[in-house]
């Protein structure tokens, strides 16, 4: 979803920074539209996402599309399985959007941020469970 966006985006002559824990998705996506500009770091490392997002405002709009998904049965889910998807499923959505939010009621100016769930956040789905918990708290905070 978020490199199709990116894309559409840089189409239609938005300036479009795209972020991703992957440098080599990256590096795909500006080999594939040279216009985009690209920032990689870990969103669900609150300390970098915090400093990498501060450093490209101002935004205007914002899309959070960053996810991971640990499938495994309930009882077998490890910590650090749901700290991971807590962290960049949730936890990111909150850093980012304040960090955004925050600019925008600075620069007393309008923007829209947008918030990319998923059907799992509606129904449960079989070795989903922190993936749909996560995603349930995403349309709870939209």
């Keep these: 979803i978020g490199r199709d966006l990116a894309l559409r985006l840089s189409k239609y002559n938005a300036t479009v920074i795209a972020v991703s824990r992957t440098k080599k ?3 795909t996506l ?3 539209d040279p216009r985009i500009i690209t920032l990689s770091v870990d969103l ?4 970098a996402a915090r400093e990498a997002i501060k450093s490209i405002l101002p935004v205007d709009m914002l899309v959070n599309n960053a996810g991971v998904a640990c499938l495994a049965p309930f009882l077998d889910l490890t910590r650090d399985d749901v700290e991971l998807t807590m962290n960049v499923n949730i936890k990111a959505v909150f850093n980012v959007s ?3 939010a ?3 009621v600075e620069r007393k100016i309008g923007g829209s941020i947008v918030n990319v769930s998923s059907q799992a956040s509606q129904a449960a789905l079989r070795d989903h469970s922190v993936y749909c918990a996560s995603k349930g708290a995403v349309d709870m905070l939209t």
């Design 102 to 104: 925050r600019s925008m």
């Design 25 to 27: 998705h990256l590096d």
């Design 44 to 47: 669900g490392d609150w300390d």
């Design 98 to 100: 304040q960090i955004v």
């Design 30 to 32: 500006k080999n594939e």
